[in-house]
């Protein structure tokens, strides 16, 4: 079991940017592959961006290429989601989760609070 929490969410003008974090918990973090989604209002759970275990290789949906960089610290446990040039219908709720290789839009831990990203016009 891993457990997970996002922070890093806030206010933000449009354009400008935020990074999240996702703080995680076992031994076996290292070794994990690592996905962010997240739940606009009134829409369904969607994939943002997936890194591997190594953090060498990332997949990113259509929407955020260009913009958003995955990274993560395995000595910190941790996963980061540099957002930049934020849109106002990027406001949603941000979540990470373990996900399986060739599955990243699939996450198959518990999902936990996330951390609210607003962006106003």
């Known amino acids: 079991q891993v457990q997970l929490v996002e922070s890093g969410g806030g206010l933000v003008q449009a354009g400008g940017s935020l990074r999240l974090s996702c703080a995680a918990s076992g031994r076996t973090f290292s070794r994990f592959y690592m996905s962010w989604f997240r739940q606009c209002p009134g829409k369904e759970r969607e994939f943002v961006a997936a890194?591997?275990?190594?953090?060498?290789?990332?997949y990113y949906a259509d929407f955020v290429k260009g913009r958003f960089t995955i990274s993560r610290d395995n000595a910190k446990n941790t996963v980061y989601l540099q957002m930049n040039s934020l849109k106002p219908e990027e406001t949603a709720v941000y979540y990470c989760?373990?996900?399986?290789?060739?599955?990243?839009?699939?996450?198959?831990?518990?999902w936990g609070q996330g951390t609210q990203v607003i962006v106003s016009s």
């Open positions: 989760n373990v996900v399986r290789y060739g599955n990243w839009d699939v996450g198959i831990g518990s």
């Open positions: 890194i591997n275990w190594s953090g060498d290789s990332t």
